[in-house]
């Protein structure tokens, strides 16, 4: 694969990671329906971190299944088509940060100097918790014609084109 398109797709990320302060998140409840929200998010370069309450349905289905998914979209009034806007969408697990720990008290700082100092007072409240998102792997949307899987493990990148819709097919 050519380097201008691993860049492309890499400076996308970047780009969605720098102007996009909120992540979707779709998890699954104890009945196995879907619920969708979103969260602000802190992204370190390998992991999400979302602050939310346990009030929130969220929570209560993450520690029951913490297998998840999470959408990254570029704003609507800043696309060219808006059926192509530019994102992120992945599989992912999601974990509990221990309240009190290094990690939590670094990952807070990040992420309310990142949207907004009203973090602090979130993360005193004992209902929120810190969760941390594992991505596994996702699809980068940078256009028509223009979706990639991105392995965020790896960082491989594999275009979806005509080939790969044809080895998905054979595998089946």
Same mark, same amino acid.
């Given at each position: #694969?050519?380097e201008?398109?691993?860049n492309l797709?890499?400076?996308t990320?970047?780009s ?12 699954i409840?104890q009945d196995?329906g879907?619920e969708?929200?979103?969260s602000?998010?802190?992204? &370190?370069?390998?992991d999400?971190y979302i ?6 349905p969220?929570?209560?289905n993450?520690? !029951?299944?913490?297998?998840i998914?999470f ?5 609507e009034t ?7 806007r530019r994102r992120i ?5 999601a974990k509990?940060i221990e309240?009190?720990s290094?990690?939590f008290e670094?990952?807070i700082d990040?992420?309310a100097k990142?949207v907004s100092? #009203?973090?602090? #007072?979130?993360?005193?409240m004992n &209902?929120f ?5 594992t991505p ?8 028509f014609g223009r979706?990639?899987i991105?392995?965020?493990? !790896?960082?491989?990148?594999t275009?979806v084109?005509?080939?790969y ?7 089946q």
């Amino acid at each position: #694969m050519a380097e201008s398109t691993n860049n492309l797709v890499h400076n996308t990320l970047n780009s969605l990671h720098e102007s996009v302060l909120t992540l979707i998140l779709s998890t699954i409840n104890q009945d196995t329906g879907i619920e969708t929200s979103y969260s602000p998010y802190f992204f &370190d370069g390998n992991d999400y971190y979302i602050l939310i309450s346990n009030l929130a349905p969220h929570s209560q289905n993450i520690k !029951t299944n913490p297998n998840i998914s999470f959408l990254i979209i570029e704003d609507e009034t800043n696309t060219k088509n808006i059926y192509a806007r530019r994102r992120i969408t992945s599989q992912a697990t999601a974990k509990v940060i221990e309240r009190g720990s290094e990690v939590f008290e670094q990952i807070i700082d990040n992420l309310a100097k990142r949207v907004s100092k #009203m973090v602090y #007072m979130l993360a005193e409240m004992n &209902d929120f918790n810190l969760y941390k998102i594992t991505p596994t792997v996702g699809r980068v949307v940078i256009g028509f014609g223009r979706t990639f899987i991105y392995n965020h493990q !790896t960082k491989a990148i594999t275009p979806v084109d005509e080939s790969y819709l044809a080895n998905q097919k054979a595998q089946q």
